[in-house]
């Protein structure tokens, strides 16, 4: 009887194709991908080996599928207690890739807060980049008061207003040499976030550099683990 359980578990796992990565990592279908040209091994053997090793020991788990929080805060992945939860619809491999590094990104501020928002250094740049956001804005005819820019937390009515006021369009443009991308002013989290999945995204960290100096700053001293070596 209990040979036969295993052998039943075993069939229902092959069928969804779990695996678990060199490093350990267990990857969970809780729902199949959309896209079957996505060779999701391929994916996370990607992002476990362009991230060096003390930046991943954080996350245990990549959970695939279509979870409810993705509908309640319009989101397509979401980073917690040690489990990154993918969407199964990806367009790409490069945007399921995305999605990954971003996470990690996540679980590496929980990691080393205090190496990564310690100095404020991040957060100075992003407030002197809220303020101009917050004048070009007022310009166009979005008038918003500056207070509302000067919190680095996430504010679901603030990011409202920025992707449906705004509109994704207008905002892109705006953030056109202040932010990596129209994603990166929502919060403080999600500025480290996005910068942190750019410079593992491409190879060339010039754009980033220019962009977000202190930001790429840091993105290199996280990636020496002879600055982190107080942690295990
Ligand atoms: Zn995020």
Same mark, same amino acid.
């Given at each position: 009887?209990?040979?036969?359980?295993?052998?039943?578990?075993?069939?229902?796992?092959?069928?969804?194709?779990?695996?678990?990565?060199?490093?350990?990592?267990?990857?969970?279908?809780?729902?199949?991908?959309?896209?079957?040209?996505?060779?999701?091994?391929?994916?996370?053997?990607?992002?476990?080996?362009?991230?060096?090793?003390?930046?991943?020991?954080?996350?245990? @788990?990549?959970?695939?599928?279509?979870?409810?929080?993705?509908?309640?805060?319009?989101?397509?992945?979401? *980073?917690?207690?040690?489990?990154?939860?993918?969407?199964?619809?990806?367009?790409?491999?490069?945007? @399921?890739?995305?999605?990954?590094?971003?996470?990690?990104?996540?679980?590496?501020?929980? @990691?080393?807060?205090?190496?990564?928002?310690?100095?404020?250094?991040?957060?100075?740049?992003?407030?002197?980049?809220?303020?101009?956001?917050?004048?070009?804005?007022?310009?166009?005819?979005?008038?918003?008061?500056?207070?509302?820019?000067?919190?680095?937390?996430?504010?679901?009515?603030?990011?409202?207003?920025?992707?449906?006021?705004?509109?994704?369009?207008?905002?892109?443009?705006?953030? @056109?040499?202040?932010?990596?991308?129209?994603?990166?002013?929502?919060?403080?989290?999600?500025?480290?976030?996005?910068?942190?999945?750019?410079? *593992?995204?491409?190879?060339?960290?010039?754009?980033?550099?220019?962009?977000?100096?202190?930001?790429?700053?840091?993105?290199?001293?996280?990636?020496?683990?002879?600055?982190?070596?107080?942690?295990?």
């Amino acid at each position: 009887m209990l040979q036969h359980l295993k052998q039943k578990q075993k069939q229902l796992l092959e069928m969804r194709n779990d695996f678990y990565t060199a490093r350990g990592t267990h990857v969970f279908f809780k729902d199949p991908l959309e896209n079957e040209d996505i060779d999701v091994e391929r994916v996370v053997a990607k992002a476990e080996s362009v991230i060096p090793e003390h930046l991943l020991s954080e996350f245990e @788990m990549i959970v695939i599928g279509w979870f409810k929080e993705f509908e309640d805060r319009d989101i397509n992945a979401f *980073y917690k207690d040690g489990v990154l939860h993918i969407s199964s619809m990806q367009v790409d491999e490069k945007d @399921m890739f995305d999605d990954i590094v971003h996470e990690i990104a996540h679980s590496v501020e929980e @990691m080393y807060g205090y190496e990564v928002y310690g100095d404020q250094n991040i957060r100075d740049e992003f407030l002197r980049k809220r303020q101009i956001l917050h004048d070009k804005l007022w310009a166009l005819g979005f008038k918003a008061p500056i207070q509302w820019f000067m919190d680095t937390e996430y504010d679901r009515e603030f990011e409202e207003f920025l992707f449906e006021k705004v509109g994704k369009d207008k905002l892109r443009m705006i953030c @056109m040499g202040l932010f990596i991308n129209a994603y990166a002013p929502v919060s403080l989290r999600e500025y480290f976030a996005t910068g942190f999945a750019d410079y *593992y995204l491409y190879q060339d960290h010039g754009l980033l550099a220019k962009v977000c100096p202190a930001l790429a700053k840091k993105m290199n001293f996280l990636q020496d683990v002879k600055n982190l070596d107080n942690r295990p």
